[in-house]
């Protein structure tokens, strides 16, 4: 890996001063790397991107196809058409055992756009913004693109990556505005279950902050985990709670771009605002699509949950299994996070592996495998591999790891 990869790029002279605290992704950088490897003819195989391999259910794609027959091929409201915001409503209410309103619903550009709009309505230079660590990479980012400081919080692996009440207390401070939580996480595969959730919800009753929760992985959880969402444990916290959710992950729709937020009303018009001075609103096709997501057959949702619940246990115990590799069997999502601090400083020839970024560039190198480091998720010492990749690639792929584990020294 390259190092620069994490790092934050020299910004040219003329460029707003803003970037030069911000860093590339450091997940597109790892598949750009494996993309070139690829283009020379070496066969990677890559763990290295957070979307589903699947296509997009057929129902999904049949919806476009006739949206655009039936002229949904203008602009729309900026939140969102009618129909579309009250599936949401529904579809949130149904899932989540409380009731939401279209009112609180603003659809954008993909989720990762829903909280950059609540990250320009909400932060402002001074505010801290509490993000506990491992985390998915834009919420520090967006936080320091409004000049905001994102405030880390390690969480660890004996704790199941979970923030804990204690934890989540000293953090808290007059500057905090907002926590960014997200269960199941992206990159650990973490989810909160019922009590951990309620002890979080017993602390922040008493710090008056946004609590944003990304839920864009509650449909992918395995093993009758119960998932549950902060908006159905603590209704008394809904007037500072936000979920953003979207249709990426759960329907297979990344190249889609639907995500959205469920806020407070009056949140949700500032963020509509916001979002009317730049993308307008999403691709009136793909919201058409999204309502089809929504009210459709779920069987193809289920078969994809059904087939990433095969690949996690084989994928995770596969890893575990490694020496000098331990991976915790995780909740939900589609990645795996293993701890490579029994790599660091073994010998690959001549090179002393240093480091997980050291470790993820000798998997591509040697195994032929990309990975994402840790250190990009603010948790040094592991590595994120995404299981949405067929059993057939998972196998090959975990054993040209161990293939090349056996040859450290
Ligand atoms: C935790 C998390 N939130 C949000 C997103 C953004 O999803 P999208 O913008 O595709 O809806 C991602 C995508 O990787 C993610 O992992």
Redesign the pocket.
Known sequence: MRREVIEARPVPRDLASRLSSIKPSA?IAISDRANALRAQGVDVISFGL??PDFPTPLNIREAAKAAIDAGHTRYTRVRGVAPLLQAIADDASRRRGVSFSPREVVVS???????FNLALALFEPGDEVIVPAPY?V?YPEQALLMGAVPKIVQTTEADGFRLTPATLASALGPRTKAIVL?TP??PTGSAYDRASLEALAAVLRGHDCWIIV?E??SQLVYDGFEQVSLATIAPDLRDRLVI?D????SYAM?GW???WMIAPPALADACEMVQSQSTTNPSAIAQQAAIAALQGDRAPMEAMVAEFAARRTLMVEGLDSIPGIRCRMPEG?FYAFPSVEGLVGKRAGEKVLADDLDIASFFLEQARCAVVPGAAFGAPGYVRLSYAASQAQIREGVSRIADAVATLR
Not at 246 to 249: D, E, F, L, Q
């Open positions: 997940t957070g979307e550009v993909g989720a990762k756009h829903s909280l998915w834009s997200c996480s992206n990304d864009i992985y953003v979207g249709a990426s992950k990344t771009r639907i995500g999502a």
